[in-house]
């Protein structure tokens, strides 16, 4: 399953696209669109990748990548990243994603499983670790050497736990626990952590079934439960508990997915709530679950409480946290726009918080408007230049973006080290695409002061292999080392095959791509402006186009450089290539003779020095 020509696949970067304001998150009236997933459309497209499994390739700069498996069941999680991977002490690494490739019904799905030995990963998985068909998985370490997996059952809605006493090896133990409590339809949407000091305690936080007949449970139409094992699953002192600040006198409902362990420090156990239609909270126990505080994040009026609310900026329903050595809690999140069922695809930015600050209180509905958060020095992120022509210039409107129903930057996975450097990671939208949609690319910035400032955002899928890939839903390890450790999943489509685009078709089922990725410290800490040196000034848009012999173009040097001109096909075959020498500082016309070449879509790549910029031209 190598890939061979397409990544090369050239595709129309936006630069033929009216100019657009370069800041997507402003007031401009974005159309919005209901929130309901679209019915998948199966297909046979298919292709193979020219990577050697298993083993690492080179990416950008010195961060280190493996193919480590495959999947079809694209849709690893629907709001808040789960925990699913995991670096020891001893340098071995376990994960999990969420696995199936029998589309579109995947009778085969369930946990995807693989092993770093500290020299090599293991062969690519080809079927899921349990018995039964299952979801939504969560990893973590259990036990003194051991392993241990949660998920759901899709036939009993009862959750579901694998472990192995040694991790890596052996047979995985199956059994199933913790059926739904009385009254309730099902028990889903595990997450799980393990804490104490042989791992041998564990968390879990569970929604009760919403949405469907008789789902109502103690008043909510889904509830998160929490429940505590302190033998290791044999018995659970905590079961089914709602914990306070979080019943049906404070909420209608959990939102689906939209919550996540934050990693243990001693007894020190965090977790992330709420969001879209919800407040925004932190729930923590100092004392390993018996005792649980609420701290509120965002206080939003138009909580679900309430079955209208008027657009307003919120969460987007996909956050991650970090506890530092001195306790505090430091949390980044998406922003977005909705109204009470719907969605500005289009809107979006990185914020951070932590639990020295207050909480936001929703005075009036821009208050996490990205410019409000910008202007009380909260705002990580909100746009960059990925193609590198010196403009953030995506395509515009609600059908260029791929449905994941969370901002324009989000997924963020958050981790501090012992000297107070917090590292956050992301998928955000770029100005890459196919033409229809924007790829969304990995992101990592760096506070090397806990939160007070941040560096630079660095491009981390930025060479040429990953160039058309849809790169999103990342796992980052809580425990690092030298590296940062975290795995992806990417394909050549955007958007996501299950959930639909809106009014646009979903696209084909495709073969997607888990690859681990290891970032060292020293690259991202030692970064100031990751930005790639602008040679290119300006490339003008081929004249004439459609072409049938001879056309030409523009291009414009910041300074002298070496310029080489390639042509590609639609399928990614290059057609020819020239090396144009040494261009000084400039003004240039460029020619291209296009006789004989069959009718059809061609682009254009011009590169000089380490910049490279594409454009898309119709032969007759």
């Known amino acids: ?33 209901p929130e309901a997933d679209q019915p998948a459309i199966d297909g046979t497209y298919n292709f193979s990748r020219e990577v050697v499994p298993n083993q690492f390739v080179r990416a950008k700069s010195s961060v280190d990548e493996a193919m480590i498996g495959m999947n079809r069941h694209d849709n690893q999680n629907s709001y808040a990243p789960q ?63 051991g392993e241990i997996v949660a998920a759901h059952t899709t036939s009993s809605s009862t959750l579901t736990f694998s ?127 018996n005792n649980w505080t609420k701290t509120m994040i965002w206080k939003n009026p138009y909580n679900c409480n309430i079955t209208t609310a008027p657009a307003h900026y919120c969460v987007d329903g996909s956050f991650h946290g970090a ?24 809107v979006g930015g990185l914020a951070y918080w932590n639990t020295s600050m207050p909480a936001w209180l929703q005075t009036y509905d821009n208050t996490l408007h990205p410019d409000s958060v910008e202007a009380r020095g909260n705002l990580i992120y909100r746009n960059m230049d990925f193609n590198g022509d010196g403009t953030y210039n995506p395509l515009t409107g609600n059908a260029a973006v791929g449905y994941y129903y969370i901002g324009t930057a989000s997924m963020p996975q958050v981790t501090i080290d012992n000297n107070n450097v917090l590292f956050v990671v992301f998928s955000a939208m770029s100005d890459i695409n196919d033409t229809q949609k924007n790829y969304r690319k990995l992101v990592g910035m760096v506070s090397l002061n806990g939160g007070a400032t941040w ?40 958007g996501l095959a299950m959930r639909g685009g809106g009014s646009s078709p979903a696209h084909t089922y495709v073969d997607n791509f888990i690859y681990y990725m290891r970032i060292p410290k020293s690259a991202m800490v030692g970064i100031a402006n990751p930005k790639p040196e602008v040679i290119i000034t300006r490339i003008s848009q081929n004249y004439p186009n459609p072409v049938s012999d001879k056309t030409s173009f523009e291009l414009i040097l910041e300074k002298q450089s070496e310029v080489k001109v390639s042509v590609f096909n639609l399928m990614g075959k290059m057609v020819f290539e020239l090396d144009k020498g040494n261009y000084i500082a400039g003004h240039h016309t460029i020619s291209l003779d296009m006789t004989g070449l069959a009718p059809g879509v061609y682009f254009y790549k011009v590169q000089a020095g380490a910049q490279s910029i594409t454009r898309k031209m119709i032969v007759n």
Not at 27 to 32: G, L, Y
Not at 100 to 113: C, H, K, L, Q, W
Request: proline residues 6%; neutral net charge; hydrophobic residues 40%.
């Open 163 to 289: 472990r192995r006493t040694t991790k890596g090896t052996g047979a995985w133990q199956y059994q199933s626990f913790l059926p739904p409590p009385a009254g309730a339809v099902g028990l889903l949407y595990p997450r799980m952590i393990t804490s104490g000091p042989t791992r041998n305690v564990i968390h879990v936080l569970a929604q009760t079934t919403a949405g469907t007949s008789g789902s109502i449970y103690q008043g909510m139409d889904g509830a998160l439960l929490y429940y505590r094992s302190q033998d290791g699953g044999a018995t659970w002192d905590k079961q089914a508990e709602i914990l306070p600040g979080m019943g049906s006198d404070f909420y209608a409902f959990i939102s689906l997915d939209q919550y996540v362990w934050i990693e243990p420090r001693g007894n020190h156990i965090a977790f992330l709530a709420g969001g879209r239609g919800l407040d925004f909270f932190l729930m923590q126990s100092l004392d390993g679950g």
């Open 455 to 494: 560096r630079n955002p660095v491009h981390l899928t930025a060479d040429d292999w990953h160039m058309f890939d849809e790169c999103v839903f990342p796992n980052l390890a809580p425990v690092n080392d030298n590296f940062y450790h975290l795995y992806y999943q990417a394909d050549e489509k955007p």
């Open 1 to 33: 399953m190598k890939k061979a020509l397409l990544f090369f696949v050239i595709v129309v970067m936006a630069f033929f696209v009216t100019a657009q304001d370069a800041n997507i998150t402003t007031t401009k009236s974005f159309a919005h669109v």
């Open 83 to 145: 925990n699913r991977i995991f670096r020891y002490a001893d340098g071995t690494i376990g994960l999990v994603w969420f696995y199936g490739m029998n589309n579109p019904d995947f009778p085969d799905r369930g946990s995807a499983y693989n092993y770093f030995n500290g020299t090599q990963w293991g062969p690519e998985p080809a079927v899921r670790i349990e018995d039964v068909r299952t979801g939504w998985p969560s990893y973590a370490p259990f036990g003194a050497t």
């Open 323 to 346: 506890i530092d050595q001195t306790g505090k809690i430091h949390v980044a999140f998406g922003l977005n726009r909705k109204t009470f069922n719907s969605w500005y695809p289009t």
